[in-house]
């Protein structure tokens, strides 16, 4: 199994910047891709952007130019840095991590953290 603990969430105004650090503990060496997701109230959750334990990293057009996914192999932490926030950027982000045993694949996620955007 896998633990995720997300951090760094709070209120910004329009604008600001935020960033989100997402810590794995457990059975890290089965995660093949880790990824922020993010669900405003009302809204399904969507995919905000992901990366590979190689470094390899995709990100959603609507934020792309804005927000950032880099990890730290040796922390087993990924970190979404968030730009130029908008009010539509308000949402719980959830931290995902998916993982392959030879059992099968599995999804673990975070307890979500807030983001708040408003002036």
């Known amino acids: 199994q896998v633990q995720l603990v997300e951090s760094g969430g709070g209120s910004v105004q329009p604008g600001g910047s935020l960033k989100l650090s997402c810590t794995a503990s457990?059975?890290?060496?089965?995660?093949?891709?880790m990824g922020w997701y993010r669900q405003a109230p009302g809204k399904q959750r969507e995919l905000v952007a992901t990366i590979t334990p190689g470094g390899a990293t995709s990100t959603a057009e609507f934020v792309k130019g804005r927000f950032t996914i880099s990890g730290d192999n040796t922390r087993n932490t990924v970190y979404l840095q968030m730009n130029s926030l908008k009010p539509d950027d308000a949402a719980v982000y959830f931290c995902n991590a998916a993982t392959a045993f030879s059992s099968g694949r599995a999804d673990y996620w975070g307890q979500g953290t807030q983001v708040t955007v408003s002036s």
């Open positions: 457990g059975s890290t060496f089965s995660i093949y891709r």
